[in-house]
């Protein structure tokens, strides 16, 4: 079973737990209430056929950590992560968000603990988990895009690092600093994939998919293009919607020349890696940076 079974496995338990009230009954009584929590975070791992360790820093991914560090203190924006878990009633939630805050409570607690693991895409988990769309983000110290708490561990956090799930008036938070954007390239080269739906910016009368049946698609577009790299150029041709052709060659580019989302994520690839799906509102991209 894998780490990511494992956890639908654990969150379905969750759920159950809260219906049926035992989780709020645990929690009521016991004068350690995580440890119940705890050990289907140890179920999850133990499934998965591996070790829970302690959380650990990412930093040695990441040659820039050493440069970043030397000047913390002069660093005055910062490249992160995100993951939210809200609730009903929380600042922001969506009318449709029917979870109990104990709910969203021990929901980050799994997600914080899985994104620890090694070898865990962060990005992953913020497609399956988190309550906002958009996980990337760049923050200045004075940003007010997140609360003033979320900005200021995100800033006392290492380059690589993850934190534990912050409680906000929002829900619950989980950051996972990113490489400062200085120290990224200027420029770079990528070919793109792109799957849209209905409602999408560009959309043609042709399409029919759904946002969700597009999703779905770009992640098997993309697991197919990592499986064999070399055939791009059919799966671009079978694929993607993208009118210019071309095999979904972008050439070389800029920052501030792509919308937000895409530079965020083409930016952040190393050259050779293909990206998950990324939305914008053209719909979901998949990105090879290949310089």
């Known amino acids: 079973?894998?780490?990511?079974?494992?956890?639908?496995?654990?969150?379905?338990?969750?759920?159950?737990?809260?219906?049926?009230?035992?989780?709020?009954?645990?929690?009521?009584?016991?004068?350690?209430p995580h440890t119940w929590l705890a050990t289907l975070m140890l179920m999850?791992?133990?499934?998965?056929?591996?070790?829970?360790?302690?959380?650990?820093?990412?930093?040695?991914?990441?040659?820039e950590r050493d440069q970043a560090e030397s000047g913390e203190a002069d660093v005055e924006q910062i490249a992160v992560r995100v993951i939210l878990i809200s609730y009903e009633g929380a600042e922001g939630a969506d009318e449709e968000n029917t979870r109990t805050q104990a709910q969203a409570e021990a929901r980050a607690g799994v997600v914080a603990g899985l994104a620890h693991q090694p070898g865990t895409s962060f990005r992953e988990?913020?497609?399956?988990?988190s309550d906002v769309r958009d996980d990337a983000h760049?923050?200045?110290?004075?940003?007010?895009t997140f609360p003033p708490e979320i900005v200021s561990a995100s800033f006392a956090l290492r380059v690589g690092s993850v934190s534990p799930a912050i409680e906000t008036a929002r829900g619950y938070y989980i950051i996972a600093r990113q490489p400062n954007p200085q120290t990224g390239p200027t420029s770079i080269a990528a070919r793109h994939i792109l799957i849209s739906f209905v409602g999408a910016r560009g959309a043609t009368e042709e399409t029919t998919r759904t946002r969700e049946q597009a999703l779905q698609l770009a992640a098997e577009?993309?697991?197919l293009v990592r499986t064999d790299p070399n055939d791009w150029d059919s799966l671009a041709s079978e694929y993607s919607d993208d009118p210019g052709g071309n095999g979904g060659d972008l050439g070389s580019f800029g920052r501030g020349q792509m919308v937000p989302a895409f530079e965020r994520a083409a930016?952040?690839?190393?050259?050779?890696?293909?990206?998950?799906?990324?939305?914008s509102p053209f719909g979901f991209?998949?990105?090879v940076r290949y310089e």
């Open 221 to 223: 577009v993309a697991e």
């Open 44 to 63: 999850a791992v133990g499934f998965a056929g591996c070790r829970l360790p302690a959380p650990v820093d990412h930093g040695d991914l990441y040659p």
């Open 138 to 144: 760049r923050l200045r110290r004075d940003s007010d």
């Open 285 to 287: 991209h998949v990105i």
């Open 1 to 32: 079973m894998t780490v990511g079974h494992a956890t639908r496995v654990v969150m379905a338990a969750l759920d159950s737990a809260h219906g049926s009230g035992y989780l709020a009954r645990m929690t009521r009584l016991s004068p350690v």
């Open 125 to 129: 988990l913020a497609q399956q988990y």
């Open 267 to 279: 930016f952040a690839l190393r050259i050779g890696e293909v990206s998950d799906p990324v939305e």
